[in-house]
Structure formats: structure tokens, C-alpha cells
């Protein structure tokens, strides 16, 4: 079945930065596209990024782009989202996330999530 587990979350101070890591399971993860999405405390889920397949095309939201970038390993089946700049507003619960269909925003599974807290 597929797995997804995310993990390198924790506590940071602004400006600071964490690197994410999905470790997928139970699928063809080169076959996917990939996503990152967010959920902070009383908030609806937010899109994050995306990354193709190949790893060759990423899109990021607005309020990430420049200070996030999300990269993939095939070969480890392993997604990633390094993060910097990190700013009290990142706060949030982290999901990695397999694309549906071919929509960048859409996705079927989604793994439990790693938190991830700005504070000084």
C-alpha cells in the first residue's frame, strides 16, 4: 500500500532553516509527481510546492518562493523540501503529498506529517 512518512521537522528560530524528507513506499514514486502541503494550527491545508516526476519542473506558492525548494531521489524514493528563511508564518504541519491525475494541486495520498515551528 502506499506509504508516505515525512520527517525532519522541529523547532527553529527565524531565519533559520530545516530540511524535510518523504520517504515513499508502496508505489512507482518516479512515476509521480510530487507535493508538498501545509496545515497551520486553525488552518485549512495550503499548497505548498510541486515537483514533476523527473524532478525537472517546480512550482512553489507565493509566500515560499525564494526561501523554499523542493528536490527529489529517484533512486531512494526519497522527496525532500529545504527550507530557509524560515519565518514564525512557516509554522505548520508538514505534509508530503503523491500527485492525482495532472493537476499540480491535486493529490490522492498523504503521509501523517512533521511539524515544523518558527519561534525565538
Known amino acids: 500500500q502506499v506509504q508516505l512518512v515525512e520527517s525532519g521537522g522541529g523547532l527553529v528560530q527565524p531565519g533559520g532553516s530545516l530540511r524535510l524528507s518523504c520517504a515513499a513506499s508502496?508505489?512507482?514514486?518516479?512515476?509521480?509527481?510530487m507535493i508538498w502541503v501545509r496545515q497551520a494550527p486553525g488552518k485549512g491545508l495550503e499548497w505548498v510546492s510541486f515537483i514533476n516526476s523527473g524532478g525537472g519542473t517546480t512550482s512553489y506558492a507565493d509566500s515560499v518562493k525564494g526561501r523554499f525548494t523542493i528536490s527529489r531521489d529517484n533512486a531512494q524514493n526519497t522527496l525532500y523540501l529545504q527550507m530557509n528563511s524560515l519565518k514564525p508564518e512557516d509554522t505548520a504541519v508538514y505534509h508530503c503529498a503523491r500527485q492525482y491525475g495532472s493537476s499540480w494541486y491535486e493529490y490522492d495520498y498523504w503521509g501523517q506529517g512533521t511539524q515544523v515551528t518558527v519561534s525565538s
Open positions: 508502496g508505489f512507482t514514486f518516479s512515476s509521480y509527481g
